[in-house]
């Protein structure tokens, strides 16, 4: 039941309010749109709720089934000549009906079901009509499900109509997920579009057997028509499909196929009214057609690569000019940022192509394709394909770029940095192969934090021949990104390299592309998170507007990490938003694991949570994942005031010898595991803990790292001296504009430490700024935590002078959330989106001293301008 809580919600709803009276509803919907299992829900529901169930058939038996339900033990004659003839009900029958009912619901609440209703006769339906009109008070629901969106026919008007819908895109990819497996050669986005949110057609690709009856009542001419459509590109004009069918000019021939509702023609286009009629008409077919079809629509189309593409399919063995026409036009199809149609283009020239050579290298253009569309999985099923047919280092080392970046994808980080490592060792021709392998394998070093596979990427690079690009590398990395590309795999090896290049040459959209691409992760290993999140973003829009989510997708995390490090919280809302849907449809495991834990650690910091049960680690090993589920579950343990359970979170960051198992993340959260370390014996393992951190970073600490390790060591000292790493962790008043939240922590903890040794007046130097920073951050916890301390006669406590302080937008989104709007009919209004909306929330909250809207509404109500 993916995707289904408004519907299930609506079910209890209905279930509930049907033990005080008679209750009914019927589901309205497509074939395979999920009544059915709607109605296995409510039965459960009401099962539960101690109903009786009864569950009716539909076909000749019904009306007698539904009369036996109804406890009337024996059929009157007048009940027979009702039902044969559908004449008016018999205020007897009707009588002894109704009793019957109340027979049936005196001890308990009856439910009573019937699929597929629209396959009951119209008496059936004017006889449930009618007893649910006199039923009085017996609590008794009723819930059909049926074809349409009318209802069946002789059913009531006052019969509420239900209609199920498509699943939402990310519901439809989880339920896609549950399948199998998808036929080989299937991306997934293609399945789900075709589908179009559909449960049957995402789980099945056989048409439903009445489809197949449907048409084979219709005429050849119509069938033939239909069969072309089906084969043919969605965006294949109707003139097109008509000649290359042989249909009537007038397009008669289409109009028995929309009589019957499988079709509909609109604006020159024609489209499947449900999304396995277009199996159907395959499945019909036999392979002869099928190909023959193809073969009229090469003849008939004007497009140059649909033309090659039925060309090809048309053919029942190899064909190379075919192919190659194939190759040519795939080329445009990137060009227009359809990687999935060039994936599919590229896959079917190497299935056409007589020569392995040729295969092997049109089946790797159809493997990069292929990940930068956001299909990891089909990247590496095509991968193999290589794989079984090369051993030539340029192409197969082409081909494992696509499907190490692919596995990245997959959380598979020790396998993708195995395979990316071999494409180096193997000395490829086209140096900038080589190099999109080292940059691949950093990237998956510095997910994995795994120091082996750091250290060895020097060496890797060395074996990068600058100046050596070919056609396949030169398409991922062109060489004039390779400074940039160079001094990233040296940042994660974590070695010194050349600073960033602020004025560089100017290059190539792709070489542009590749630049920034290594210099944002230059610049999160350097901590300049403002920088790394700017870049990131930038690069993000763009390959989504491009149609290559894949190409950025590993980056993802560490982009909203450093928008969440730099302040820029409402955009890590979008993001997350934007890289959900993406993680769904192509089901990336490492965006699955790692988005969840950066959404409840950005929840817990806005409003804080109940601390969590203690949970098991990941089992894939995967340590930067790993490390941002502990340290979600810690802030919000943290957060709750649950020290031990935080401690133990934080604390499984590092290992037995104190050093982080992931290298940047552990690192950074000393503080939280220094606040959580409550009591001798875990404040001594924290000390330790932080020794080590110290001793790993060297020389090599940055400006952030530093306040971090200053305010982790204050919060551990147990002496006067802890004023002294305070003071050190706020030095520099720059960082509060670069790390604000983090630097407002210390602001407040130094604070803190300052009133519990009687020093209230050099506390308020710090509180009032860290509560500035907690409110305009939207961090509502530590905002509350601040005021505790702030006296209560401070003028930020009058509610007039906080509300004026909000910028104008935000005293907009106050008003309305006070009036009763909802976030999405505010960001409606204002044209935000809901999340970005409740971000503003969370900020106004401790803003103006409310934590809920009742609150904001109270406060608000008296004020004439609200």
């Keep these: 039941m993916a995707g289904r809580e408004r519907e299930l919600a609506h079910l209890g709803a209905f279930v509930e309010s049907s033990t005080t009276g008679p209750r009914s509803l019927v589901l309205l919907g497509e074939a395979g749109i999920g009544k059915s299992a709607l109605l296995g829900a409510a039965a459960s529901l009401a099962r539960a709720r101690g109903f009786r169930v009864f569950a009716l058939h539909p076909g000749r038996p019904l009306p007698w089934a539904l009369l036996r339900a109804l406890c009337t033990p024996r059929l009157d004659p007048a009940a027979r000549a009702w039902l044969a003839t559908g004449q008016r009900l018999d205020p007897a029958l009707l009588t002894a009906l109704l009793l019957g009912l109340d027979r049936l619901t005196a001890r308990r609440p009856a439910l009573l079901l019937i699929d597929r209703a629209g396959r009951c006769d119209p008496a059936t339906m004017r006889l449930l009509t009618e007893v649910l009109r006199h039923a009085g008070t017996s609590p008794v629901g009723v819930l059909l499900a049926a074809r349409g969106d009318e209802g069946p026919p002789g059913l009531g008007a006052e019969i509420n109509r239900y209609p199920v819908g498509p699943l939402e895109s990310r519901a439809a990819a989880r339920l896609l997920t549950s399948r199998a497996g998808l036929e080989a050669g299937a991306p997934r986005s293609v399945a789900l579009r075709r589908a179009a949110g559909n449960p049957l057609a995402l789980l099945s690709t056989r048409a439903p057997v009445e489809f197949r009856q449907r048409l084979d009542g219709l005429p050849h001419a119509t069938r033939r028509l239909l069969l072309c459509a089906a084969v043919a590109a969605d965006t294949e004009p109707l003139a097109v499909l008509n000649r290359a069918g042989a249909g009537a000019a007038d397009l008669r021939d289409w109009q028995p196929a929309e009589d019957i509702g499988l079709i509909s023609v609109v604006d020159g286009r024609v489209s499947f009214r449900h999304p396995l009629i277009r199996e159907a008409c395959t499945e019909a077919a036999g392979e002869a057609e099928v190909r023959r079809a193809h073969h009229d629509l090469a003849a008939r189309t004007d497009d140059p690569y649909h033309r090659a593409l039925h060309r090809a399919l048309a053919a029942d063995r190899p064909d190379e000019p075919a192919a190659a026409a194939i190759e040519e036009n795939a080329d ?245 938003e934007q890289a959900d849907g993406v993680a769904a449809v192509g089901d990336m495991t490492l965006l699955l694991n790692a988005l969840p834990a950066l959404r409840s650690t950005l929840d817990a910091l806005r409003h804080g949570g109940a601390a969590p049960v203690r949970v098991r680690p990941w089992p894939t090993g995967d340590a930067f994942t790993e490390s941002l589920r502990r340290r979600a579950f810690g802030t919000i343990a943290l957060t709750a005031g649950d020290y031990e359970t935080a401690y133990g979170h934080f604390r499984a960051m590092f290992g037995s010898d104190g050093g982080p198992i992931h290298y940047f993340l552990g690192p950074r959260s000393l503080p939280q595991l220094a606040l959580s370390a409550t009591g001798g014996v875990r404040r001594a393992q924290a000390r330790r803990i932080l020794r080590a951190c110290r001793q790993r970073a060297g020389e090599n600490v940055t400006a952030r790292l530093a306040m971090l390790l200053a305010h982790s060591e204050a919060v551990l000292d147990d002496t006067e001296a802890a004023a002294g790493h305070f003071r050190d962790a706020l030095s520099d008043p720059d960082l509060a504009a670069q790390w604000p939240l983090e630097y407002a922590e210390a602001q407040l903890n130094f604070a803190v430490w300052l009133r519990r040794r009687r020093r209230p007046v050099e506390a308020r130097r710090h509180l009032p700024p860290a509560l500035e920073t907690f409110r305009r951050l939207g961090a509502n916890p530590h905002a509350e935590q601040a005021l505790k301390y702030l006296p209560q006669d401070d003028e930020r406590s009058d509610p007039a002078r906080a509300f004026a302080a909000l910028t104008a937008q935000k005293q907009a989104i106050a008003r309305l959330a006070a009036g009763g709007m909802t976030n999405r009919e505010i960001g409606r209004r204002l044209a935000l989106s809901p999340r970005t909306v409740g971000s503003h929330l969370y900020g106004i909250y401790p803003q103006l001293r409310v934590s809920n809207r009742n609150q904001l509404r109270v406060l608000l109500g008296g004020r004439r301008d609200a």
Excluded: C
């Design 332 to 576: 445009h199809l990137g060009r227009r940022a359809d990687f999935v149609a060039e994936a599919q283009a590229m896959r079917t020239a190497a299935e056409r192509s007589p020569a392995p050579a040729d295969a092997a290298r049109r089946y790797a253009k159809a493997v990069v394709a292929a990940y930068r569309s956001g299909e990891p999985a089909w990247a590496i099923e095509l991968y193999r394909a290589v794989a079984a047919l090369t051993s030539d280092p340029d192409v197969l080392g082409a081909a494992s770029v696509g499907a190490g970046i692919a596995m990245i994808h997959l959380g598979r980080l020790t396998e993708a940095f195995e395979l990316l490592r071999a494409a180096v060792l193997g000395r490829p021709g086209d140096g900038q192969v080589a190099m999109v392998a080292v940059a691949a394998a950093a990237n998956a070093a510095m997910l994995s934090g795994v120091a082996a596979h750091r250290e060895q990427l020097p060496a890797l690079l060395d074996l990068v021949v600058d100046g050596t690009g070919g056609e396949l590398g030169e398409a991922m990395i062109p060489g004039s990104a390779n400074p940039a590309t160079r001094a990233s795999v040296l940042a994660v090896a974590g070695l010194g390299g050349p600073g960033h290049d602020d004025d560089p040459a100017p290059l190539s959209a792709i070489a542009e592309h590749a630049r920034l691409m290594g210099t944002s992760t230059v610049a999160w290993l350097r901590d300049d998170s403002a920088r790394a999140a700017a870049e990131l973003s930038a690069l993000w829009q763009g390959f989504r507007a491009y149609g290559a989510p894949g190409a950025l997708a590993a980056r993802v995390p560490v982009m909203i990490l450093a928008m969440i490090d730099s302040g820029r919280w409402a955009e890590a809302d979008e993001a997350l």
